[in-house]
């Protein structure tokens, strides 16, 4: 089960002026499960998107790049589960296309207006008459209430469906953001996670709206690690609509801070999420690497603790052989690393100083931090001024299971 | 269980002129188990070793490096299990040089002529009086042919002991190489693997025996991965007793190649018994990485495959979810990849090529291979001459479950 992930209550997720969603049951993998989202974005509004750096990235990504390239406004999302559209060369480009040609005709818009998303199993074709059949359905079905059925629309091997919201005020008026987002296993998202859609109604330059964009997506789904494999599909999109009623943002002022920073906690929230529900877990541990002398090198030595196994099992254990934590720092790559400055702490505990055990610890202190469900670790490196923050999960049994039945 | 690791007959590792192996029980941290080897080497041979590039590595590991630099003739290793003595700071260091006494004490030579190596927990303190008690009867034990009983003094997790020989004949002369290793789970060696000792009865020059050293790693040791984790205590030694009889080599001839090459099998043999006997390991797996610009982009191919959680949780469900292959390329890093060109063979079978799956590809034959203990892959990148091998293991329940419960 996610690792202390609250449901999503009906009414949690605010609806967003000029973001309306659709989901239907298009069968796409199984029978009879929300798996095809339509969300439709009104005239006007603004749209940004970061993808994926997987060089063998999905049809969908690639036709997504194009798109927001070429048209001024794009005007609806398109997204599938149970199929990623991903290996499947020339001819899953020409299924694509032809899904935002059929959304397109149904909304009377141009088809480069129409972003399409898939996630499921890699190399297998797209089901491109089962998405297309499933269309109407969602048009029907198209309400901006929607958000928490639209996430569940977009899971795959997800337990819980999760979206994140916030209400803020921008000059006197009330400002909304809501966002979804999906994954659970092939997550170390490079750039962006596997997908992620926010939305909000405030009104904000395209260039502003790009920089919060890039901004975001670094202290948030770039900090979250399951099991280091980087998706083909990763795409991560924020919409503003420009309906608040307050005057454009477009200068980097106090505005856009407020705005900035309200993103930033949905797209925290939803990162988060994505671990609390990662493959298996049981634990959510968070990896706060500091005074390093670069940012660069203590996500680094973050990334290196985050995705060895042995660590992940040990955690999974509540057994605090932390050795493994000092043999990970130690293979980071960090050049001209002295050791014995590093210091060690596992919640409050000091676990490990010049190059070694610290003197006052004790095994049944470092048992004690491992039962938690929420565990924090700091490495101080004391070299320098850097620091950062990641997030990831442990490493158990369920894991193996789902990802040796996933297509079964 | 090991993968078609064949068990080892006693009479099947040949003794090396000028070595002896001496055991003991030392209940370093079991009870009545072999847990401590001697190696003794005659005067007049030649040692040669590598280590891990760990920042983190050991206390021993750093005592054999300077060692190595200031004597001129290294006449005996010990070498426990049960404690890596690493992550012990000042303390740790002072406990690998008092071993080091008690053998020079105990043969009549100089401290700085032992190489001292240590497995297992990180972070514990060396229970150096277990150590010390132990040697007297490593001493009486001493005998050249106990290279098995060696090869399980060494082991940790490891379910079966690991050892190779080869006769081969330089200048109508019988030349003898035996090696033993260990190794089973932190296992993606880095320069060397965990532990692993290999002697000669050769003649040879210290330069010729250090070049044999670095490019027999390079094809063995270096090129396996269990789960990613570089060891702090990875060392390969390399012995050369100068008994054998024939000239000594002192050129890259005909004589070095003979060596060069019964070395290089002998490691490979070592460094496959350690993937096949990787933790909870069910298959053994070889990639094989062609035509790429130059080997370091076919290296980092293989390894992003190799240490793909999804990858190796799929081939223990002997599932063909082969488009995690495609990700696991896509991720690797590699510049300007153009992935229409790749073509991926699992077995004999064509699975991908042109960016997407194959045409005559079905799943049927797919599962045909993947049924299999033994399965090599092979990625064509097209754009270059290079190419290289790698082996590793699939990642299984039983993996979690060792990890887990490893200090238990």
Redesign the interface.
Known sequence: MPVNLKPLSPGSIFPIKGISLGIAKAHIKKPNRKDLLLMTIEKGSRVSGVFT?????AAPVLLCKKHLKSVSEIRALIINTGC?N???????ILNAIETCDAVSQLLSIQSEQVLPFSTG?????LPIDKIKNGLSDTVKNLDPHHWIDAAEAIMTTDIAPKAASRKIKIQNKEVFISGISKGS??I?P?MATMLSFVATDASITQTLLDKILKEVTEQSFNCITV??????NDSFILIATQQSGHHEINQVNEDYQTLKHAIQEVAIDLAQAIVRDGEGATKFITIQVESGADEAECRKVAFSIA????IK??F??S?P????I???????G?EA?D??KIQLFLGNVL??E????AETYTESQGQEVMKHSEITMRILLNRGQAKTTIWTCD???D???I??????
Chains 1, 2 share one sequence.
């Not at 199993?121 to 074709?125: A, D, Q, R, S």
């Open positions: 750096q997987n060089s063998f990235c990623a991903a290996g499947t060369g020339e001819e899953g199993v890699i190399l297998e074709k296993g092939m170390h490079n099991d280091g494999d980087t998706s083909t995705h060895s196994p042995l099992t040990a999974f254990a057994d052989n932390l050795g493994r000092l043999a990970a720092i130690g293979y980071a960090i690393l050791i014995t676990v490990a010049n190059g070694g055990r490493f158990s049994y894991y193996v299971k990802n040796a039945d996933y297509r079964t």
